[in-house]
Nanobody, 123 residues
Framework: QVQLVESGGGLVQAGGSLRLSCAAS????????VGWFRQAPGKERDFVAA????????NYADSVKGRFTISRDNARSTVYLQMNTLKPEDTAVYYC????WGAGSSSGDYNHWGQGTQVTVSS
């Protein structure tokens, strides 16, 4: 079992940057793939990025490619989402999620979820 806690959200102007963290507690974090998802008010939860166990494979939504970077530090049991050149449409609650079978892009691929952190980008 793994527990996930997101942090790093906040209010930023368009064009700015934020780095989100997903800290995991529990055993064997290095055996979990991790994904980031986001949900804006009134919309479905959308895939943002994912990373596999060893960081050898990453996957991004088209809307964030070239602007967001996912990385992980297994020694710290933490996954990061560096978000650059933020746009108002990036405003959402951001969730990290984990599973032990692969860095998928569907929310149904993940069975462990954090509580989310709010990101607001002003124009």
């Amino acid at each position: 079992q793994v527990q996930l806690v997101e942090s790093g959200g906040g209010l930023v102007q368009a064009g700015g940057s934020l780095r989100l963290s997903c800290a995991a507690s529990g055993r064997a974090f290095r055996t979990y793939a991790v994904g980031w998802f986001r949900q804006a008010p009134g919309k479905e939860r959308d895939f943002v990025a994912a990373i596999n166990l060893s960081s050898s494979s990453t996957n991004y939504a088209d809307s964030v490619k070239g602007r967001f970077t996912i990385s992980r530090d297994n020694a710290r049991s933490t996954v990061y989402l560096q978000m650059n050149t933020l746009k108002p449409e990036d405003t959402a609650v951001y969730y990290c999620a984990a599973n032990q079978w692969g860095a998928g892009s569907s929310s149904g691929d993940y069975n462990h979820w954090g509580q989310g952190t709010q990101v607001t980008v002003s124009s």
